[in-house]
Every structure is written in C-alpha cells, then in structure tokens.
C-alpha cells in the first residue's frame, strides 16, 4: 500500500506538452482567420486589376462557361439565360432574397449603400449575361458590387 501512495501520490499534470498543443491550436486560428479568401474555381480565368483594396467577406455570385453561382449552388444555366429575352433572371432574384433573409444589414449605412456582393466570373463573359445579373443584383438590393480580379503585380 506504501508504495502504491509513493508512485501514485507525486503525480501530477504536465503542463508542457498541455501548453505545447495550445501554442500550436493559437497559431493554427490566428493564419487561418487571415484576410478572406475568394473560392477557388479551374473553370474561371478572372481579369487581372491593379486595384490595392482587399476583398470584403461577402455573398458570390461566380459565373463559370455553362452555370451561374450563388455561394456554390447553380441557379441558372448560362445558354438559358442568352436565349431568353428577360432583364432579371428569376432564380437569380430568388435565391439573392434567400440569402437576404439569412444575413442581416449591421448599420444605417449598410441600408443607404444596400447589400455587398463579389461577382466571380471568367473575364470573357458576354456583356448580354452581365447586363442581366447586375440588374437582377439591383433588383434584390445589393448595389454595393464588387468583381473579383488577380492583383496584377508592380514593375
């Protein structure tokens, strides 16, 4: 019993493989809430801009050769929407007012500038189907439109 009281007793935490592992969870948080990223697409070749400003986290629309995207889910078929006559592209509309309802505008200014939102598509999309989609973003409030491009590099 005494020796079971002498191997048993001593013991304790060890605090430097506990500390080891919170060092490393820290590190892993703090890279990957980094800058926001836009999604990565193979179909998309995206223009290329000298702008300096960083993206904002915002709904995207990415409009890749056959489909339209919202966050990742197709809404609309590109040859439909060229074939057709119609300015605002129904699904389009739908599916923006959906993703209005899940987020919530933070300020006034917020509501005087409408909703923000990244338009991720290949640089050699027809004017026609751009023409459509912008007017469809004006038509569901989101006025604040960004395009995603490659930061073309200095020199």
């Known amino acids: 019993m005494d020796h079971f009281k002498e191997l048993h007793g001593r013991s304790g935490l060890n605090l430097v493989s506990l500390m080891d592992i919170f060092t490393i969870l820290v590190f892993f948080l703090l890279v990957s ?49 060229l074939e057709g006559k119609e300015t605002i592209i129904a699904e389009l509309e739908k599916e923006l007012k959906f993703q209005a309802s899940k987020r919530q505008l933070i300020t006034s200014e917020d509501k005087k500038a409408g909703r923000a939102i990244t338009i991720m598509g290949d640089e050699n999309i027809p004017y026609q189907l751009l023409r459509k989609i912008l007017a469809t973003c004006r038509q569901a409030n989101y006025t604040a439109i960004a395009f995603a491009a490659f930061q073309k590099a200095k020199g």
Do not use: H, M, Y
Request: net charge positive; proline share 8%; no cysteine.
């Open 33 to 81: 809430s980094g800058a926001p990223q836009l999604p990565n697409s193979k179909d998309i070749t995206l223009p290329t801009s000298v702008a300096k400003n960083v993206p904002k986290e915002t709904l995207i629309i990415t409009i890749t050769k056959t489909d339209v995207l919202v966050q990742g889910k197709r809404v609309a078929v590109i040859s439909e929407l």
